[in-house]
């Protein structure tokens, strides 16, 4: 192990099996093409997909999402391009405790150091979030995007593009869940008007010790849905819901893949749940991602949808803040914690 910091180690029960490599045969490969036709019978079916693959995996992969190829290799490119930039560089544009957009290696999940790089910024701009994690506090600021001067190209177009069109496929899946959910198809499309959206580029180097650490520890992710962009190498695993085995997502060329955030199974009141997921190490070889986490704007109090709510299924959460959640997140995030980070299992009726 040599030189490697413990503070990457996961303890026993967490650390991946060792040349485990079980594929989800199962994991839903949708597609989207539909979304674009005017056929209510071809959305409905659609919709029923989605619906299957969110309430028997909470994760599913989807093809003929309308994002230009190109649009992706860009983001590859300029993603990789800053990565290999030196570390002072990176540092440059480092995340901090004010703004939480940019640079950032030293991220926690579940107190355990990540085996990763990631580097954020958020689609809309502005984007309004609360000054501080502090129930009473009503001040707010904007999340600065940080964009490293030597990489001019990493703020231009072919981002855009992605952004804007995952940020349609975001709005269209949820209308999607909407119509499954058996409610009005923009139903959702209120909650996303100031969104709290941000992409991930995520950069996982070679790891010496891929047995005993993770690129990104167990968790679920706290937004409403998740597209991520993986490339070849594969690592991501999914914690399969009918008996907990841990499955390796199959790398699929322009496919992205879809996870249930944390906010859509309080909205849907837990028809849908948001599933456990993790990251493998590779010895020899990097592996880059992208998230696109789908969240709404910050003053969203999250609750189960009153239409989903009745007498024989009570409201299973109590109202919580989106922006207090998010902040609260954030700042753990930087350090290593005595307590359990916060969770949406702590606003359960
Ligand atoms: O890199 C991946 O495949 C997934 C990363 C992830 O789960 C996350 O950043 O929340
Ligand atoms: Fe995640």
Redesign the pocket.
């Known amino acids: 192990m040599g030189e490697v910091d413990p503070a990457f180690i996961q303890a026993l029960e967490h650390r991946p099996k060792p040349g485990q490599t079980i594929e989800a045969k199962g994991i839903p490969l949708i597609d989207l093409s539909p979304l674009e036709s005017n056929s209510r019978a071809a959305l409905e079916i659609l919709a029923a997909e989605i619906g299957d693959a969110c309430e028997n995996w909470g994760f599913f992969q989807v093809i003929n999402h309308g994002v230009p190829f190109e649009a992706r290799q860009k983001i590859d490119s300029v993603s990789r391009k800053f990565f290999a930039l030196p570390k002072e560089e990176k540092r440059k544009v480092s995340r901090d405790e004010v703004n939480p957009t940019g640079y950032y290696d030293t991220e926690h999940t579940k107190n355990v150091r990540d085996w ?1 790089e ?1 580097f954020d910024f958020t689609v809309q701009v502005p984007t309004v979030i609360p000054a501080s994690h502090e129930p009473g506090d009503e001040e707010i600021k904007e999340m600065i995007n940080q964009w490293p001067g030597n990489i001019p190209e990493m703020r231009l177009v072919g981002l855009r593009r992605v952004r804007r069109r995952n940020a349609k496929t975001g709005i269209q899946l949820t209308g999607a869940h909407s119509f499954e959910l058996g409610l009005e198809k923009d139903r959702l499309n209120g909650f996303f008007k100031d969104q709290t959206t941000f992409i ?1 580029l ?1 950069y ?1 180097p070679p790891c010496p010790i891929p047995d005993l650490a993770l ?2 520890g167990r ?1 679920k ?1 706290a937004g409403a849905l ?1 597209i ?1 962009a ?1 490339d070849e190498v594969g ?2 695993q999914v914690k399969r819901k009918t008996d907990g085995e841990w499955i390796l ?1 199959k790398p699929t060329p322009d496919a992205y ?1 879809i ?1 249930v955030g944390d906010i859509i199974q309080v909205w849907s009141n837990e028809k849908y749940e948001s599933v456990e ?3 493998k190490v590779n010895l020899e070889k990097e ?1 880059f ?1 992208v ?1 696109f ?1 789908f969240n709404p704007a910050f003053y969203t109090m999250v609750e189960p949808l009153e239409e989903l709510v009745n007498k024989q299924n009570p409201s299973k959460y109590k109202p919580y803040s989106w922006g207090k959640f998010f902040t609260t997140r954030k700042l753990s995030n930087y350090k290593k914690l005595d307590v359990e980070n916060i969770q949406i299992h702590h606003f359960k009726n």
């Open positions: 990763k990631v991930r995520n996982y690129g990104v968790h992710d998740t991520l993986q690592g991501l997502v893949i996870n997921h993790r990251v592996r991602s998230p986490f």
